[in-house]
């Protein structure tokens, strides 16, 4: 049985599937070689509304695998550095103690008749060299009734100190020939050590200046057994007397803080005396107003002591000769009590008490101390 479709059947009408090449209500016919009542139209129908076979699909290009390494130019292979040598940590020698005319170390003891000095460098960050210098000088001048005792301490250097503690027996003792009594020769002296280390600071261009506050104490015997003690000081070196025990400060410390030395130096022309963050300075450089050297500081700085004639009687029997390193951190009759107390194993141990004392509470400064006993006789 035959079937035959009429052209135009609504199996076939374009007007709801559009065909490539099939006319377009809109856009008219186009150059398809299938009619629209072309019985072919089935099959063009199926290829078009059938997908595209799996084979058919577009394949992916497969990726190449992302380079582990940078495609640039290799880096660099880094070179292992130098092995680091530590060297091997020697400890350091203990500090070999000298005499007061040796060569200064770290400490400096000496030990003598009816007398004991001990210095020790002080800690301070920018101290390169111990500064402080001591005297004992037995038999001053070939007199054996005679002893000088000073302690130096130098600032601005080693040199005005380590020439005072060189010189000034000398001088002292020539001065003491000339007569006109011990504290006019004490005056003298001190004057004498100042021009003599001008003038060879003056001559030698490369010599460091600087300065050194001293004290001295001339002990002096006398044929009938009186003694005597000459102290003279210049700067802030200080001497203490312990007269039955009790404390007995034989010098005054000559800072810029004192009003009659403000006065003296503002008295002078060019005179100034400034408060530097709580300290006292003249010409807002130099906090003590006496002592050896200091030329740039002169005519404020002067080296002009200030001397007390004190009799030796049974009731003094110790003297205390001490920088300011001492002095800022202890006071004139714990230093008296506490040499008293060590005494009794010898005057070495009271001036190295007194010395680890002052370090102990935390002074930086150069320390020495230089402690001599009153009833043991010259002779």
């Known amino acids: 049985m035959s079937c035959a479709v009429a052209p135009g059947s609504p199996v076939f009408s374009p007007s709801r599937l559009l065909l490539p090449g099939a006319p377009d209500h809109h856009h008219g016919a186009s150059n398809s ?3 629209p009542a072309s019985p072919l139209r089935f099959f063009a129908l199926r290829a078009r509304i059938r997908p595209d076979p799996p084979c ?37 020698p203990p500090p070999v103690l000298a005499a007061a005319n040796g060569a200064m170390t770290d400490e400096v003891a000496e030990q003598g008749d009816g007398f004991a000095a001990y210095c020790r460098k002080g800690k301070g960050r920018k101290r390169v060299e111990m500064e402080d210098r001591h005297v004992a000088a037995v038999a001053l001048g070939g007199d054996r009734g005679q002893a000088l005792f000073g302690v130096f301490d130098g600032h ?35 004057l004498r050590t100042d021009q003599e280390f ?32 000459v102290v003279s000081g210049a700067g802030d070196c200080r001497a203490v007397l312990s007269r039955g025990g009790r404390a007995e400060a034989l010098t005054d410390d000559h800072r810029a803080s004192r009003r009659d030395e403000r006065d003296r130096i503002e008295a002078l022309r060019g005179g100034l005396v400034l408060n530097c963050r709580g300290v006292w300075r003249v010409q807002g450089s130099l906090a003590v107003t006496r002592g050896i050297g200091d030329a740039h500081l002169k005519p404020w700085v002067v080296a002009e002591p200030e001397t007390a004639t004190v009799d030796v009687d049974d009731r003094c029997d110790l003297l205390i000769l001490a920088s300011d390193g001492l002095w800022d951190k202890v006071g004139n009759q714990e230093a008296v009590d506490v040499a008293a107390a060590a005494c009794s194993g010898g005057l070495p141990a009271a001036c190295r008490r007194l010395v680890e004392m002052a370090a102990a509470r935390g002074s930086t400064d150069d320390i020495s101390v230089l402690v001599i006993n009153l009833q043991r006789p010259l002779r």
């Open 198 to 229: 001008s003038c060879s600071s003056a001559e030698d261009v490369e010599a460091p200046s600087g300065g050194a506050c001293c004290v001295t104490a001339l002990l002096r015997e006398s044929g009938n057994g009186r003694r005597q003690l």
């Open 33 to 35: 070689p299938f009619l």
């Open 56 to 92: 058919a699909k577009p394949q992916p290009q497969p990726q190449p695998p992302a380079p582990t390494t940078p495609t640039a130019a290799p880096a660099l292979k880094r070179r292992r550095p130098a092995p680091l040598l530590v060297p091997v940590a020697v400890p350091a």
């Open 156 to 190: 601005g250097g080693k040199s005005a100190a380590e020439f005072a503690a060189g010189n000034m027996a000398r001088i002292m003792a020539e001065e003491l020939k000339r007569g006109g009594g011990a504290e006019e020769a004490a005056r003298r002296a001190y």
